[in-house]
Nanobody, 114 residues
């Protein structure tokens, strides 16, 4: 079964925090590394952070020091802790393998606005 379910998005003020969760099917979770991606309106999809099967995290430069990726192998779930959010972080956030597979979940909307 192929499944990706993102949750945890919402409306937050600049400087605020959110924690996103992604529940993946075992097949997706175990076949490759996992990552968080985002797509802002009118812009291309971009990688935000990734975590290897062994648990080594990597965060893109624009999110370094603000975002943290982690995972729970027992739950086939990855997380994205986002702090010091900025209006430019507004986007739909998706999880997938890294590199991504063809199947995408519905994503979760993050809106940073006062």
């Amino acid at each position: 079964q192929v499944q990706l379910v993102e949750s945890g998005g919402g409306l937050v003020q600049p400087g605020g925090s959110l924690r996103l969760s992604c529940a993946a099917s075992e097949y997706i979770f175990n076949r490759n590394h996992m990552g968080w991606y985002r797509q802002a309106a009118g812009k291309e999809l971009e990688l935000v952070a990734a975590i290897t099967r062994g648990g080594t995290p990597n965060v893109e430069d624009f999110a370094k020091g603000r975002f943290r990726i982690s995972k729970d192998n027992a739950k086939n779930t990855i997380y994205l802790e986002m702090n010091s959010l900025k209006p430019e972080d507004t986007a739909v956030y998706y999880c997938n393998n890294a590199p991504p597979g063809d199947y995408w979940g519905q994503g979760t909307q993050v809106t940073v606005s006062s």
